[in-house]
């Protein structure tokens, strides 16, 4: 018995080097990808698109080791949490990898055009905090940081500002004949693509917290509908992913999030 949980543990631990690597290769890829699309670099916007492939059969691979692990050794109370930590963090870390590849695809119907610089600045501020904000919450997971995780929420006012004051300046731009409606929506686009990035870098806070501690947002929703009387239900609820799927100019949306809203 101490030899099969001995490789069960080990498991667990392979699982976790892995999703590491997962989450370097997406946190790499958020400055290159800003940095192709301001620098009109489409060789390496399409090596990020190429890039994809490769993560979304990481993510596979990893999904279906943690069901075996479910499966088999029916882990209990901490191993449990960090197992269905992993599942949940894996889409996560997969879903932020799609949209890098979004903002890249975006920088190829972009190309030609020509920006203000503090369009440009904006940009650059959006995807050096998104980085950050996705390099916190993995160092969270690694570290086992619950207050790292938990400040996320907060850090992520930031980009969702910088989101804010980019969406301003792009109606600006375009009213002063600056640049045409589609390129406008483009922006607009990959502006709400890198918030995206930090609403999945607050998910995965929220994942590290409920490994440590047990402690999950929704606790907070169930504990009020307890205190007023009402059912709280005790079995759980599958969780239903939604599709991506595709706006009218052409660019893939991540419709399905925790933190957050596509609204």
Not at 71 to 93: F, G, H, K, Y
Not at 113 to 124: D, K, Y
Not at 141 to 169: I, K, N, S
């Amino acid at each position: 018995m101490d030899e099969i949980r001995k490789s069960f543990h080990q498991t667990l631990d392979d699982i976790r080097q892995d999703m590491v690597q997962m989450a370097a290769l997406v946190t790499e890829s958020i400055p290159r990808a800003t940095e192709a699309m301001l620098q009109g670099d489409m060789a390496t916007a399409q090596a990020i698109v190429d890039g994809d492939d490769p993560l979304d059969a990481m993510a596979i691979e990893l999904e279906e080791l943690c069901y075996q692990q479910l499966a088999l050794q029916q882990p209990m109370a901490t191993d449990l949490r960090a197992i269905v930590t992993a599942v949940r963090m894996i889409a996560e870390i997969e879903r932020s990898g799609d949209l890098v590849v979004n903002i890249a695809k975006a920088s190829r119907r972009l190309f030609g055009v020509t920006l203000s610089a503090r369009l440009r600045g904006l940009i650059s501020q959006m995807g050096e905090e998104a980085t950050r904000l996705f390099r916190l919450a993995i160092d969270a997971y690694v570290d086992g940081d619950e207050g790292m995780a938990a400040a996320l929420d907060d850090l992520d006012d930031r980009l969702d500002g910088l989101q804010t004051e980019f969406v301003q300046e792009i109606f600006l731009w375009h009213n002063a004949g600056g640049i045409p409606v589609q390129a406008a929506v483009q922006l607009a686009l990959i502006a709400r693509y890198y918030e995206r990035i930090g609403d999945h870098a607050v998910n995965i806070g929220e994942r590290v917290r409920y490994m440590i501690t047990g402690w999950l947002p929704e606790h907070t929703g169930a504990a009020r509908v307890a205190a007023r009387g009402g059912p709280v239900p005790t079995h759980t609820v599958p969780t239903v992913t939604a599709p991506s799927w595709t706006d009218p100019a052409g660019a893939e949306v991540d419709a399905d999030h925790e933190h957050g809203s596509d609204t």
